[in-house]
């Protein structure tokens, strides 16, 4: 079974993030040429990683997803925080299959290698200069190629304030329209990662799982 998804429901972490995927996912998705994702509204928050490598628990999840008539593919988006997004992605992709199989829904995984303001970290110039009030001290401490190495950006992103602090449930929806998504396709592994399950989504031909 194949078929064109525009309409994934997400799974996320925190509170943060079920008002961030959809503007972050239409974002990469346009700079695609891609228009037609319309990502399901409200996402599902699920909790933290760890709760997705138990069978039972995921299964649960994407059950869960699946009754939302109106969404006809899921999609998987947590934080890595300090484990490996390629061993993590290959092991949940296993587990995944049949439930794919059962559900024939598509079903896609895009972690956020460490975490995802790791994103903003990219674009904290582009952040700046939109949100002046923060006082944002530039340039970003660390180098394009090491800030997915960082853990604790969200830590990283207040000392960078001089006025305020970072909070994900005020913050992180509004930052996610001033990323430069341009320069996270050259340096972030996560923006590419999902502009590939986005592109999954979108090819008739493709499995039911992404990655298989």
Do not use: W
Request: aromatic letters at 6%.
């Amino acid at each position: 079974m194949t078929y064109i998804a525009c309409r994934p429901v997400v799974i996320v972490e925190g509170h943060g993030d079920v008002d961030s995927i959809a503007p972050l996912l239409r974002r990469i998705s346009h700079h695609h040429q891609c228009f037609n994702l319309n990502p399901v509204s409200p996402a599902i928050r699920g909790g933290t990683l760890g709760k997705f490598r138990n069978p039972d628990q995921l299964g649960r999840y994407i059950r869960l997803a699946a009754l939302r008539a109106d969404a006809d593919s899921i999609l998987i988006a947590v934080d890595c925080d300090d484990d490996c997004a390629k061993i993590e992605v290959e092991g949940m992709s296993k587990l995944l299959l049949p439930l794919a199989a059962e559900l024939k829904k598509k079903i896609g995984v895009c972690f956020f290698v460490k975490e995802f303001e790791c994103l903003f970290l990219h674009c904290l110039e582009e952040i700046a200069a939109r949100h002046a009030d923060y006082k944002i001290q530039l340039p970003c401490p660390v180098k394009p190629e090491k800030i997915e190495t960082v853990r604790d950006a969200k830590g990283m992103i207040t000392r960078q304030m001089q006025t305020g602090s970072y909070k994900e449930t005020r913050d992180q929806s509004q930052f996610v329209h001033s990323l430069n998504i341009e320069k996270l396709m050259v340096h972030s592994r996560t923006a590419q990662h999902i502009a590939n399950c986005i592109k999954f989504l979108l090819d008739e031909t493709a499995p039911l799982v992404y990655p298989s």
